[in-house]
Structures are given as C-alpha cells and as structure tokens.
C-alpha cells in the first residue's frame, strides 16, 4: 500500500500539515476527512484540518495502556540494558521501563 501524502519533513502531526493541502471544493467534493487516532494523541492534526477547512471526524481508535511488568526473570535480565525503544514518544508509555538503567542510557 502506498500513502498518498506523507510529511516530507518532520514526522509528526505538525509534518503532516505543512504538506495538507487546503480544503478545495473544485478539487475535493467530499470536505471530510477520517481520523482514527490514538487516546493519547495531541490536537494538532485536527486542529489544523480544521483551520484547513477540512471536517474532521475524530475517532479514538485504540487506548494506550501501560504493560503490565515482566516476569521477574525477564526484569532481571533487563537491569543491565543501557537503552529501551518505543514506539511512541509519548510519556506515559515511559513507565514500562522496568530495569535500572546502567551510568548512561540513550
């Protein structure tokens, strides 16, 4: 599958509407645009359709939740690991980090 618009900058909501085309009726005679998103997500993208002149419907899609903690073999194999991935940068899903960190973490 490939996208018909993608940020050709930032990665972000704010990425994403710097390339958004503005709402064009001779162009685009549906004025709507679907957005699944998660719980967490910020307004931005949505403000910014809307001030784009887009009608946004706003659906919360998936609920971000915190993991429960690893078995205690698991957590004890991890104290060690000096960086931790995620896929969102949003702060709640920092919690999950369940190791001690060793003198220097990425």
């Given at each position: 599958?490939?996208?018909?618009?993608?940020?050709?900058?930032?990665?972000?909501?704010?990425?994403?509407?710097?390339?958004?085309?503005?709402?064009?009726?001779?162009?685009?005679?549906?004025?709507?645009?679907?957005?699944?998103?998660?719980?967490?997500?910020?307004?931005?993208?949505?403000?910014?359709?809307?001030?784009l002149g887009w009608e946004v419907d706003d659906v919360?899609?998936?609920?971000?939740?915190?993991?429960?903690?690893?078995?205690?073999?698991?957590?004890?194999?991890?104290?060690?690991?000096?960086?931790?991935?995620?896929?969102?940068?949003?702060?709640?899903?920092?919690?999950?980090?369940?190791?001690?960190?060793?003198?220097?973490?990425?």
């Amino acid at each position: 599958m490939k996208p018909d618009l993608v940020p050709s900058g930032e990665q972000s909501a704010a990425g994403l509407l710097e390339d958004w085309p503005p709402y064009d009726p001779v162009f685009d005679p549906i004025d709507r645009v679907f957005l699944p998103r998660a719980d967490i997500a910020t307004e931005t993208l949505v403000a910014g359709l809307i001030e784009l002149g887009w009608e946004v419907d706003d659906v919360t899609a998936y609920r971000t939740v915190r993991a429960s903690p690893p078995p205690a073999d698991t957590r004890e194999a991890i104290k060690g690991v000096a960086s931790m991935p995620f896929s969102s940068r949003r702060p709640p899903l920092c919690g999950t980090w369940s190791g001690s960190p060793g003198s220097r973490t990425t």
